[in-house]
Nanobody, 124 residues
Framework: QVTLVEGGGGLVQAGGSLRLSCAAS????????MGWFRQAPGKEREFVAT????????SHADSVKGRFTISRDNAKNTVYLQMNSLKPEDTAVYYC?????????????????WGQGTQVTVSS
């Protein structure tokens, strides 16, 4: 069993930055791929970024490419999402997810564990 706890969300003005973190329990974190997803009111959950077990392979959604960066620190059992140049359309609840294989996935169904989510609100 893996427990994921997100943090770092909040209210920020357009153009600002936030860094989300996701702390994972369990000794097998370093063997799991991780992902970030987001869900805005009235919309489906959408892929943001994913990272493989080592941190050597990442993928980002086109809508955030060049602005957001996913990373991980296996010694701290933590995955991060650095968000720069934030836009009002980035407003959503952001979820951290883990999958029990080493390579990432772009679809929510590929993940086995989910955090409770953290709210990010970007004002114009």
């Amino acid at each position: 069993q893996v427990t994921l706890v997100e943090g770092g969300g909040g209210l920020v003005q357009a153009g600002g930055s936030l860094r989300l973190s996701c702390a994972a329990s369990g000794r097998t974190f370093s063997s799991y791929a991780m992902g970030w997803f987001r869900q805005a009111p009235g919309k489906e959950r959408e892929f943001v970024a994913t990272i493989d077990w080592s941190g050597g392979s990442t993928s980002h959604a086109d809508s955030v490419k060049g602005r957001f960066t996913i990373s991980r620190d296996n010694a701290k059992n933590t995955v991060y999402l650095q968000m720069n140049s934030l836009k009002p359309e980035d407003t959503a609840v952001y979820y951290c997810a883990a999958r029990t294989v080493s390579f990432g996935s772009l679809t929510p169904v590929g993940y086995h564990y989910w955090g409770q989510g953290t709210q990010v609100t970007v004002s114009s």
